[in-house]
């Protein structure tokens, strides 16, 4: 069935280090990948997204890269700061609005300050 | 604009009860979606309502969940009778009626507990 990997489950980064996360997902109808922030006691929040016929995505900090071949795309954060520690949920659709997503298991991202 | 609204954000019932969760989407929001998240795994879809009509109800676990949009508004989610496996929280999301180009509004989700 559909699914989406996610990995690594927990990641602790030192304060204005760079932080990885990488997702695989397994339908090949999916175009559209977003990725939710979502800190504690809190709802998910979309930080970032991108669609299949883009390769990669800058938001400041923030960038998403998408290798549709292979089936991964991966959330980069720069500089990190300890308000983004919080989990972090990728997921996979063949629509933004329209369709359900099917999402990753979660990172639990902790910045030390 | 008002977000996604649910409630109650915590509920903690025994099992065998009753339980009914709400979900307000954004005003003008025709897609509404209920997802649910058990401790430690995936963010799990159970159903996509369209206005009044349910589109997908695939991730339904079993006939203990009922889920309603009435009148294309408001929508609720019912547990009867609550399993010890049904905890989790349990989100609700809505997006405009073509998708409006970005990914959908989550609310805060409410906080299952059967015990």
């Known amino acids: 069935g559909e699914n989406v990997e996610q990995h690594p489950s927990t990641l602790s980064v030192q304060e204005g280090d760079s932080a990885v996360i990488k997702c695989t997902y397994s339908?090949?109808?999916?175009?559209?990948f977003p990725w939710y922030k979502q800190e504690l006691g809190k709802r998910p929040q979309l930080i970032i997204d991108?669609?299949?016929?883009?390769g990669e995505k800058k938001d400041q900090r923030i960038a998403v890269t998408l290798n549709k071949t292979a089936k991964h795309f991966s959330l980069h954060i720069t500089e990190t700061q300890p308000e983004d520690s919080a989990v972090y949920f990728c997921a996979a659709s063949p629509s933004s609005g329209t369709y359900k997503y099917i999402f990753g298991t979660g990172t639990r991202l902790k910045v030390l300050a | 604009e008002a977000g996604v609204t649910q409630f109650p954000s915590h509920s903690v019932i025994e099992k065998g009860q009753t339980v009914t969760l709400r979900c307000d989407p954004i005003s003008g929001h025709d897609n509404l979606y209920w997802y649910r998240r058990v401790m430690g795994k995936e963010i799990k879809f159970l159903l996509h309502?369209?206005?009044?009509?349910?589109?997908?109800e695939s991730g339904m676990p079993n006939n203990r969940f009922l889920a309603e949009r009435t009148g294309g508004t408001y929508s609720t989610l019912k547990v009867q009778p609550a399993e010890l496996e049904d905890s989790g929280v349990y989100f609700c999301?809505?997006?405009?009626?073509?998708?409006?180009?970005?990914?959908?509004?989550f609310g805060s989700g409410t906080r299952l507990t059967v015990v």
């Open positions: 999301a809505s997006s405009p009626l073509g998708g409006g180009g970005y990914g959908y509004t």
């Open positions: 991108i669609r299949s016929n883009v």
């Open positions: 339908d090949s109808a999916s175009n559209y």
């Open positions: 309502f369209v206005k009044e009509s349910k589109q997908d």
